[in-house]
């Protein structure tokens, strides 16, 4: 059974860090691309980064550019994301999701349950 | 920037009945790499169809996609109670590369 389970959330200053983690277990955790999407309070759905299989390409949606770093390690089954500068704005549930490749296309597939982030003095 | 626009905001219906919900893009789209996810309040989204009509392992074929250039649909042929929920569709482009919409509530009428 593909599982991924998030850590690290909690409450964090403005211009604080927060690093998040999702260990997996189930699958072959280096033969997928990953992402994390993240949902603001009673909002929609917002990605926010994605690495590929081995890390060596990562891509990031503009506003959080210079400030979030993801990154994994294959042989600990284990996705990361260094949150730095945080703003009031980045207060959201990170979903650890696993990718579906299809073709050129990329889709959400799996899905953690998530960890809730609280930007707040 | 494509943006999509999702109708109606909310759905009211009663279990049994067919759901159509739409899902629009400001710009004709070069591919169908769209899909759809249902959200249940509480729980992390699930995906349902991917490539604007492949549905995703597990999933009923209750629900089913179509569309192309700038509209997509999803249906659901007979609610069932467990089917009220949310739901997003998301646009995968190379160059941006993704985007939600805001999401249709489909609740109980």
């Known amino acids: 059974e593909v599982q991924l389970v998030e850590s690290g959330g909690g409450l964090v200053q403005p211009g604080g860090s927060l690093r998040l983690s999702c260990a997996v277990s189930?699958?072959?955790?280096?033969?997928?691309?990953m992402s994390w999407v993240r949902q603001a309070p009673g909002k929609g759905l917002e990605w926010v980064a994605n690495i590929n299989r081995d890390g060596s390409e990562k891509y990031y949606v503009d506003s959080v550019k210079g400030r979030f770093t993801i990154s994994r390690d294959n042989p600990r089954n284990s996705l990361y994301l260094q949150m730095n500068s945080l703003r009031a704005e980045d207060t959201a549930v990170y979903y650890c999701?696993?990718?579906?490749?299809?073709?050129?296309?990329?889709?959400?597939?799996?899905w953690g349950q998530g960890t809730l982030v609280t930007v707040s003095s | 920037e494509i943006v999509l626009t999702q109708s109606p905001g909310t759905l009211s219906l009663s279990p049994g009945e067919r759901a159509t919900l739409s899902c629009r893009a400001s710009q004709s789209l070069s591919s169908s790499y769209l899909a759809w996810y249902q959200q249940k309040p509480g729980q992390a989204p699930r995906l349902l169809i991917y490539g604007a009509s492949s549905r995703a392992t597990g999933i009923p074929d209750r629900f089913s996609g179509s569309g192309s250039g700038t509209d997509f649909t999803l249906t659901i042929s007979r609610l069932e109670p467990e089917d009220f929920a949310m739901y997003y569709c998301?646009?995968?482009?190379?160059?941006?590369?993704?985007?939600f919409g805001p999401g249709t509530k489909v609740d109980i009428k």
């Open positions: 998301q646009l995968y482009e190379r160059s941006l590369p993704f985007t």
């Open positions: 999701v696993r990718e579906l490749v299809v073709g050129p296309a990329e889709y959400f597939h799996h």
């Open positions: 189930g699958f072959t955790f280096s033969s997928f691309w």
